[in-house]
DNA sequence: AATGAATGAGATTTCATTCAT
DNA sequence: TATGAATGAAATCTCATTCAT
């Protein structure tokens, strides 16, 4: 990508996770970029897109993390194992992109409903393999999709206690790992 | 409270559910409530404090209501399964109020930071429960702070997933109940 | 109509005329109204509707003014010198809504197109009034169609020719109708 | 002139004609033209330039064309009856020019008020071979500015009456010649 | 000769808040 | 107690223009 364009993209990333959506406005995040209003709106249609892009980009990049990262094992455990080091430690290395995909979560904006689908898929693909584990017998037959939800929701609630640390630390420990599996 | 008082407070929860705290404007919620614009200014000092009571109101619902119903038993796990049962009933029947609560812990608006000192008290009032049932060995004993932040997101995530649900339920069933409990 | 309402519509006429569509900005609308430019959105939707509601008040307004003056005979050519008389009138006394009227008939925005529209609803009306006389024989018969177009094209080039001398007379003077008349 | 230069001037008036002089953007000027913005700084100071300079070679086209066309005759009606047939086709073959220049008569814009002091020069130029008529006694004397006014606008209502047919016709017929000076 | 990334002044629009009634 | 007309600060967005290449 441009490097004026993810230049901006991170500057947005940075404020719109410290203010919000619609408290971070564009001159902010023009500053934040070191660059004129004008050149947000050369790169974006809209404050919206940037947004989108955003999102986007950071969902992307998770797939691509974990693909690359299960490659080394064919055991459903221990890939469901990589996926949750994987998941933490881009929660921890990027919490400022994750908060806003939370907190923009819920509502009926265009923005906001977009958003649920595309967190939607991002279920399908871990259900996929939660099922493979039960399939081997990991864990008994059940609902996947509540599972998915529960091990998502689990990581979450993990990742936000920890940083909320006076000490945050920055790596997902081997302890949140299990305890997070140790829930499913 | 003052019956016009509480039917802004409704209309406003109805609307700020909808929308979001921004994009919920003051002519909607008026509209909503059937009142003039200037009213809710008669009874409110701001946006932001309608914002406020509307959560406050929530919480303080939330502990009257556990408060009454765990009189019934002295058992810790007894009450810790009572509690389960009272937030997955709350959050059912107001959900509107809980999306909102959800939304606004993240970021760092005045009004989201007092938002999460308010919830972290909702936590210290839970971590107690489980601190009991610790002491009472019904779990052994651990990180009693992380088990009340996975407490509390078991039931988030398990409450979101319920209610995506094509037919939702409208009841906290004792599955589900169950279900969270095994996870401490 | 609401004082403050058409306060801004006479300031927009005003401001436009002077200016043309586009160059005329809200800002000097409100200060030519003597009011703050919120209070422009709150009576109007847009600026587009601001100028949608001063043409649209215009042409019914030259409607109104011929049907009222009309009534007086049945005959038809004394019917259509009384049109003459009462449009080149209103074109002296409302110059600056005619001004923009002829400006903003050119072009595809969609308030053209509907201007355009409106005109030619404006050109029904007067050729009805010009076959009444090709019926009662003032007239050979001919294209009243085009008939109306090249009186009412007369009447805009005789009044631009008036308007643009130097001691601009402010009434439609019997020489000027007759002139018209002879060109059908 | 250079040809990337013309092929600007042509893009402007088709995107001008069909837009407007504020609504049609550098932007789209360059697209149609498929040069890059850049390239209309490089031909020309400013967008206003770009209009003047497509107002007067439209201008001075007429001119040209006209006195060319004359030189097969000394009568002074024939002469007349010929500019009448040369200003009809142009008007039918450079419609969007001519739409741009009927549309930003009005207004006070510094661009605007130079466009009406040209158009003055061409009523001088048509206003003097009326006066040839006149004192040839085709006409009777009378205030010629005036006719000279009439005949131009005879010219520009026709020309948007068969301009807005259903089927266009792309010629000046005799009938409309003879139509327009049986008016003066 | 030609480009297109970058700009920033200025436009339209939104909306929480005020205040006279 | 309740209203709603009026406000103005601040938001998003547009676009003619510049300039290094």
Redesign the pocket.
């Known amino acids: 990508m441009?490097k004026?364009k993810s230049n901006i993209l991170m500057a947005a990333i940075e404020v719109v996770s410290k203010k919000g959506y619609h408290p971070?406005?564009?001159?902010e995040i023009a500053k934040e970029a070191n660059?004129?209003?004008?050149?947000l709106?050369?790169?974006f249609e809209?404050?919206?897109s940037i947004f989108n892009d955003m999102i986007d980009s950071g969902i992307s990049m998770i797939r691509e993390e974990i693909l690359e990262k299960i490659k080394v094992t064919e055991d459903s455990m221990q890939q469901l194992r990589i996926i949750t080091r994987a998941i933490l430690t881009l929660v921890f290395e990027r919490r400022n992109l994750f908060k806003i995909i939370i907190s923009q979560l819920w509502g009926e904006d265009i923005r906001q409903i977009e958003l649920r689908k595309k967190m939607n898929e991002v279920m399908d693909f871990i259900e996929a393999y939660i099922i493979n584990c039960v399939e081997d017998g990991y864990f008994e037959a059940a609902n996947t999709r509540l599972k998915a939800f529960n091990y998502f929701g689990a990581m979450m609630t993990t990742a936000v206690y920890y940083l909320n640390l006076e000490e945050p630390i920055d790596h997902a420990s081997e302890t949140m790992i299990e305890e997070i599996l140790s829930q499913l």
């Open positions: 441009n004026t971070a406005t564009m001159d660059v004129a209003k004008g050149t709106y050369y790169y809209s404050k919206e």
